[in-house]
């Protein structure tokens, strides 16, 4: 049985020192090189055999074998929560970099729609998709809204994800958009999971906007960039750049409206059409670009040149019934990968990041070390965290998660089940 402490309970002190002894693997991930890994070094994952941790104070202090350890440590283990991983691994908290966690309702029935052969720009254009979800999420209170988003928190962190990104856009006007932001924002106050807030009001035309889409734009550049900054509630800002969504000129133009604002930009780009996001990406100097599965070669070689992270999300092309991206030409091609739930309540409603792991290596042809980096340490710096998360090094904080495994291809090989033992968030145990 895997317990959870539950969302009032965060925020625990835990003054014990923690060691956790004896992993069959310790994946830390530590590389020399600074930045996003790329080609071969994304399948570096620096394992230690009888691995050991000791962390105080939500720090990791020391990390290597169970021998190096045993001299520094055995004198204080009476203080310690001593933590038996033999025959486990452990690796670094997931991370999901691109979600869309806030919202009211489900569309449970646009998976059916689908499956008999109607596509997602045809649903979306009947007033369905994204912008029945923007209706549904104007109608339920904020409280509503927010237990709702709370539970979806709770079994990301059953399944081991540590920090996660959250997209507004279920709002498409100013209040319902502030709405989101705020309830991301109480939730990473109130919850063990980090939650890094993405502005996204540029998620589809509001259907008062039909016929005029250059006129949302302005609101989005002019109204709502301005108060979103003011209050300082998004750290990225993202735009859906589709055919019947945002043009690449005006996914240009609020991203550079967004920059100004002290916002870094990301972009949802070719997912159902070669739209040239990836070009934008490019030129806007994106973190990452989201989707990809439309890219072409020249989108390719843009984002290996810039160093724009591809955020790829298999589990939404297996619901969409769309071929996957093409990963192994994008790390080829030197652009760094990380992987994605992209959790949101249409496309792809799942909170396995395990999953997602498998279902890189089946459906892009990763390997199940690169899947590793690319669900930690290239998602941090997806979101800009890997000063603080994604490996398990001196000085970086503890999220940490212990498997049912012996080895790290296990993890991957063996799919559709939760192979979690433990979550360390901080420091602090919050699964287990």
């Known amino acids: 049985m895997v317990n959870i402490i539950v969302c009032g309970m965060w925020g625990i002190s835990m ?20 930045g996003p890994r790329t080609k071969e070094a994304m399948s570096v994952l620096s394992i230690i055999e009888g691995g050991s941790v000791w962390i105080e104070n939500g720090v990791i202090q020391m990390v290597g074998t169970m ?14 929560i001593v933590v038996d991983a033999t025959g486990k691994i452990v690796t670094p908290g997931l991370i999901d970099s691109h979600t869309h966690i806030v919202h009211g309702g489900s569309r449970e029935y646009e998976f059916e729609q689908r499956i008999q052969g109607k596509s997602y720009m045809d649903i979306l254009n009947e007033g369905g998709g994204i912008l029945a979800t923007a209706r549904k ?8 809204i927010y237990n ?10 059953k399944h081991g994800v540590t920090t996660i990104e959250s997209k507004s856009g279920y709002g498409l006007e100013l209040e319902m958009e502030l709405k989101q932001l705020h309830i991301m924002q109480r ?25 005029n889409p250059e006129g949302y734009v302005d609101e989005i550049i002019d109204v709502m960039l301005p108060r979103v900054a003011e209050e300082g509630l998004a750290k990225f800002c993202d735009v859906f750049c589709e ?14 409206a967004a920059k100004s604002y002290g916002m870094i930009p990301k972009i949802h780009a070719d997912e159902m059409v070669l ?39 298999p589990a939404a092309a297996l619901c969409l019934q769309e071929p996957p991206a093409r990963a192994r030409a994008m790390i080829d091609a030197g652009v760094p990968i990380a992987i994605s739930t992209e959790c949101n309540p249409g496309s792809s409603p799942t909170t396995s990041m395990p999953l997602v792991m498998n279902l890189a290596c089946v459906m892009m042809r990763m390997s199940p070390a690169e899947a590793i980096c690319a669900a930690t340490y290239n998602a941090a710096c997806a979101i800009g965290m890997e000063e603080k998360v994604g490996s398990i090094e001196v000085g970086k904080q503890a999220d940490i998660v212990i498997w049912n495994v012996r080895n790290y291809q296990k993890l991957h090989y063996i799919f559709g089940v939760n192979h979690v033992n433990e979550v360390w968030k901080k420091g602090v145990r919050v699964v287990g």
């Not at 001299?71 to 310690?80: Q, V």
């Not at 709702?148 to 962190?157: K, N, V």
Request: glycine residues 4%; hydrophobic residues 45%.
């Open 15 to 34: 003054d014990k020192p923690v060691w956790i002894q004896n992993a069959a693997q310790l994946i830390t991930l530590k590389h020399e090189s600074k």
């Open 67 to 80: 021998q190096q350890l045993i001299p520094y440590c055995t004198p204080r283990a009476a203080e310690a």
């Open 137 to 144: 999420t104007r109608e339920l209170s904020e409280e509503h």
């Open 148 to 157: 709702a988003t709370a539970q979806r928190l709770d079994s990301f962190l």
């Open 187 to 211: 939730l990473n106050d109130n919850h063990p999971i980090e939650i890094v807030p993405t502005f996204m009001g540029a998620h589809a035309i509001p259907e008062r906007y039909k016929d």
């Open 243 to 256: 055919e019947s969504v945002f043009t690449p000129a005006q996914a240009e133009r609020i991203l550079e």
């Open 275 to 313: 739209s040239h996001g990836a070009i934008v990406a490019a030129k806007v100097g994106a973190i990452s670009a989201e989707h990809l599965l439309k890219t072409d070669d020249a989108g390719i070689q843009a984002l290996a040149e810039a160093g724009v992270i591809a955020c790829l999300l």
